[in-house]
């Protein structure tokens, strides 16, 4: 696929904006304060009249606002959910404007940890405030407000992307008149937890992460941060999808008996593990798994998960995949059943696949028609 | 649990052994040669008169010989698998002579990378030959050539133990009347070779680990070891057992949005994460997390896993546990309908628990009576 015969949204560029601006700067979640803050996004499609076709990609934790397109007709690598949106797609460009934002504390062109503080004309580090998926919201919403767009169609994403969809139908009810939380929870468990802290351990145990502050010395924390790529990418199969991808094909039957020896399931790990540095902050890694793990929806609600969904207004279509094992389909069953009591509208399709965690960016196929169908539906009818 | 109230094996003495001593070395599976080989041991029991009522216990990666009694009257952490070794225990001393042996390449009393290679008069480190469950089961085997033991009566382990039972009923099949693998597999899947791969990556990319050559330096390589210990440790438990014992509780709610905070779960991988270096050689899990990866039963068998199986004269039962991701129950399954088409005798239990592959060590009441029907019926009548 090269843009010259692709049928997507062709060739795009990735804008910037500055929100939060002081005397506006947001509030954080823990109560401290940041602004001014870049926000690197791109769209896709055209805004109607009434401002009202607006749809929400939202990214997963080592993605970016690059969602569709290539940057050139040189580029033969496509935004990251290039399948979905474009002219005739599920995020069908013809009807809808989509926009993608890097966001909050990445380091994909978003103020993060790896930006220069504007006071100290220094890099954050780890000075960087603790960041939440409610801020991640936050930001975006300012996005919107200096877009003009007032409520989205839908907000649309996996894992991560899941969790801001649902913090935004809780957080901002009257700005969503949909949202689609794929492959997601409403609260990070133990389990994912226990990785990601093995994932921070790893980085932080590197002696070139230093403390946070490596960015002038021309060594990242590479082995840190291709350690924690490692065990992302473990979660983000399965057994099933494993077994059929790797087996127990190993390079070489001599090396066997070598810890030089590769079964093509380390080859893997490695190649993808120490390819992530060369593209991913560690700092950014570290806050945003950080958010990861203290995202629950019911945080500040005294009562409970129940009183967090009971604000959401919007129609949500919640998608999982079976062999997902880092969010279980049954978690995300949990809130469609306390939805559906309280007579709101939830749904859940729980589709069939081998695929774990990744399934929502591999299983096009499966995932296009629940996509299409739930936000042609969203197109308001003037 | 104190020695003086303790109604087990008492007060024990853990025993040392040399064999494989030149001119008879070890062949090694590798091609390489190996010896003399220490061996670190404990018996509890009497061997009787026949030498014919011989239990193997096989302990687990990072397991050692001590398997049950306590060290002293002060002592006040029984070994390993207490819980089913002794007088009128699921493995009854009053009948049986239980024998556990540490494994080659272990750190515990038995020949590994930390021991004086004789010929250099130097810690081997990596120049260790890469060992596997045969080698292992090779070892016990002269061990119990000195003891003059010629037949078990059953060989017992879980996890890497029960690769070991496996290994003795293929490789030895006139010397064991019987086998109990125990949340266990026939070979190495991806995912296990994948989190193993990490772990070992963690170890190599610690600055202390030095090619393997620490032992000098007083500074071991403890943060690749804790790590990972780290990843072990998530992938014994089971999301539920790890819900119903950490949950999402957090040690001091104003720490949520600062690096300190830690969730219940990173405390507890933290403190076993950082014990385990203080009792555990970084290139003994190097080199056991290589044979855990290189097992598999078909392994030098043209007609593969069934031609292994088929060799097989020892009664087998195998045990699993529902919740065990790490070494499915479908995998001793498969085993097992192999053998049950040849009619080979081989029966499986699946216990239901939540403990994940953990539980074997946890599940005592649920495992002590399969374990002690078995191994009763395996008492020579003569």
């Known amino acids: 696929m090269t843009p010259k015969n692709h049928e997507g949204v062709g060739i795009v560029a990735t804008k910037t904006a500055l929100v939060c601006v002081p005397p506006d700067e947001l509030n954080l979640q823990s109560g401290r304060i940041l602004g001014p803050i870049e ?33 050139s007709d040189d580029d033969t690598r496509p935004g990251w959910w290039d399948a979905m949106i474009g002219p005739g ?12 934002q890097n966001v909050l504390g990445s380091c994909r062109g978003t103020t993060g940890p790896a930006s220069v503080n504007p006071r100290s004309k220094k890099r954050f580090g780890m000075k960087f405030p603790v960041i939440t998926i409610r801020d991640m919201v936050d930001v975006q919403a300012r996005l919107l ?32 008149r949909s949202i689609m939380p794929i492959s997601t929870t409403g609260a990070s468990s133990p389990l994912c937890i226990g990785f990601n802290h093995i994932c921070r351990s790893a980085i932080m145990a590197d002696p070139n992460w230093r403390g946070g502050d490596y960015y002038e010395s021309g060594e990242p924390p590479a082995d840190g941060l291709a350690i924690a790529r490692m065990v992302g990418h473990i979660t983000f199969m399965s057994d099933k999808s494993m077994r059929r991808k790797f087996g127990r094909k190993i390079s070489g039957r001599e090396g066997i008996y070598a810890f030089t020896a590769q079964y093509d399931v380390e080859r893997y790990l490695y ?23 203290a995202f629950d929806l019911s945080d500040g609600f005294p ?7 009971s604000r959401i207004k919007a129609r ?23 939805m559906e009591k309280r007579g709101q509208h939830a749904e859940h399709f729980c589709i069939k696949s081998d695929y774990g965690h990744d399934a929502f960016l591999v299983e096009h196929h499966l995932l296009a028609p629940i996509v299409r169908d739930f936000v042609a539906s969203q197109q308001r009818r003037v």
């Open 303 to 309: 009562g409970g998960v129940e009183e967090a969904l």
């Open 89 to 100: 797609r599920p995020l069908d460009t013809d009807k809808f404007f989509v926009i993608c």
């Open 145 to 176: 407000d200096q877009l003009g767009i007032a409520q989205l169609a839908c907000v649309i994403g996996g894992s991560m992307g899941g969790m801001q969809a649902l913090e935004w139908a809780v957080r901002y009810p009257e700005r969503v």
């Open 271 to 293: 190649y993808n593990g120490y390819n992530f540095p060369k593209r991913f902050d560690a700092n950014s890694y570290l806050y945003l798994t950080k958010a990861l793990d």
């Open 316 to 338: 949500c279509r919640f998608v999982t995949f079976t062999s997902d094992w880092l969010y279980h389909p049954e978690d995300t069953e949990e809130l469609v059943a306390i």
């Open 39 to 71: 926000v690197s996004y791109e769209t896709y499609g055209t805004l109607d009249a009434e401002k009202s076709n607006a749809i929400l990609v939202c990214h997963a934790l080592s993605g970016d606002s690059h969602a569709a397109g290539f940057y």
